[in-house]
């Protein structure tokens, strides 16, 4: 299982954003391969439970092998929605549920197994022994190859790796939302040879008024020659825990240049201004 660099998120694909048809659906795969990028973010909850189903159909129409690309997927979040009519919010890491929304997954994606697995979120109940059954379980009948988590902090990990080893923690961090880098998130992942994804890796920046911020991101563009999301993939990258940013945009055009932004290699001096920008202060 070889990740691309970087991943193709597909929150935003179905009723949960641009809303596509399978044959454009299909189209944004084409793309996202013929540019470099193998590896497909899922969830089970993404669109109201729907758009695994509709990635499937797609898939189907893009002619491509199964064996070519990776499937990421999540599970745990009862969402209520259409399919769902539950009152409240909440999360389910029973072995009854796992392996009821792997099977989901699985059928919806038109496939026999998934890359990885995710836990979407830290539940403050989970138990971790009743997990670890359940996620090696479904790693011997070859559902899953891999396993990770999402949105889990240093000690949450600390807890789930006493009974499994975690491949992957996918947690949201960028130039915008940098926190991970400096409450330990992202270092007990290094030490522990965790690869971290990067979820919402452009943060807020195109909705953002910190000026700063957007000049800085403007004039780096420009010296490297690149579109101001290269610059804030780039910055990402620069990170020694090797991770993988998880692209949510929905245009053909952001998705075939986003691989750009691993040959830029960005001087120190520019990492760190655009951390002092985004901070609105120095470095102590
Ligand atoms: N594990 C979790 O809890 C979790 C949570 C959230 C998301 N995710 C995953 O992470 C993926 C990415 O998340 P995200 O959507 O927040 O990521 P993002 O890549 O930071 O943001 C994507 C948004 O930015 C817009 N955008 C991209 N390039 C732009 C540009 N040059 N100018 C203006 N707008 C631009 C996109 O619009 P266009 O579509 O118009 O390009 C889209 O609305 C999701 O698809 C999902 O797979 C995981």
């Not at 070859?142 to 949450?156: D, E, L, P």
């Not at 947690?171 to 290094?190: N, R, V, Y």
Request: aromatic share 10%.
């Amino acid at each position: 299982m070889k990740l691309s660099k970087i991943i193709s998120g597909t929150m935003n694909w179905g009723s949960w954003g641009a809303n596509y048809s399978p044959q454009e659906v299909s189209k944004l795969i084409n793309c996202a391969y013929e540019s470099g990028i193998n590896t497909f973010d899922h969830a089970d909850i993404y669109g109201g439970y729907t758009t695994e189903k509709l990635f499937g159909k797609g898939f189907k129409i893009s002619g491509l092998d199964r064996d070519k690309v990776v499937y990421i997927s999540k599970c745990g979040i009862m969402y209520p929605c259409d399919k769902l009519p539950i009152n409240v919010k909440h999360y389910d890491y029973s072995k009854k549920h796992i392996l009821k929304s792997v099977e989901n997954s699985l059928k919806n994606l038109n496939t026999d197994y998934i890359d990885c697995l995710l836990l979407h979120r830290p539940s403050p109940i989970m138990d971790i022994k009743e997990i670890s059954d359940t996620i090696n379980e479904l790693i011997d009948k070859k559902m899953i190859r891999k396993f990770g988590v999402s949105n889990f902090t240093a000690s949450q990990m600390k807890l789930i790796q006493m009974e499994l080893k975690i491949s992957f923690n996918q947690i949201e961090f960028s130039l915008t939302h940098f926190k991970p880098m400096f409450d330990g998130t992202l270092d007990f992942m290094q030490i522990n040879d965790i690869k971290p994804m990067a979820y919402s890796p452009l943060g807020n920046y195109f909705s953002s008024k910190n000026k700063a911020l957007l000049d800085k991101v403007k004039n780096i563009s420009l010296k490297y020659s690149c579109k101001e999301d290269e610059v804030l993939l780039s910055w990402i990258l620069k990170h020694k825990s090797e991770i993988f940013p998880v692209i949510g945009t929905t245009k053909e055009e952001r998705i075939a240049r986003s691989l750009k932004a691993e040959k830029i290699n960005m001087d120190l001096i520019d990492w760190f201004e655009l951390l002092e920008a985004s901070s609105g202060r120095r470095v102590p």
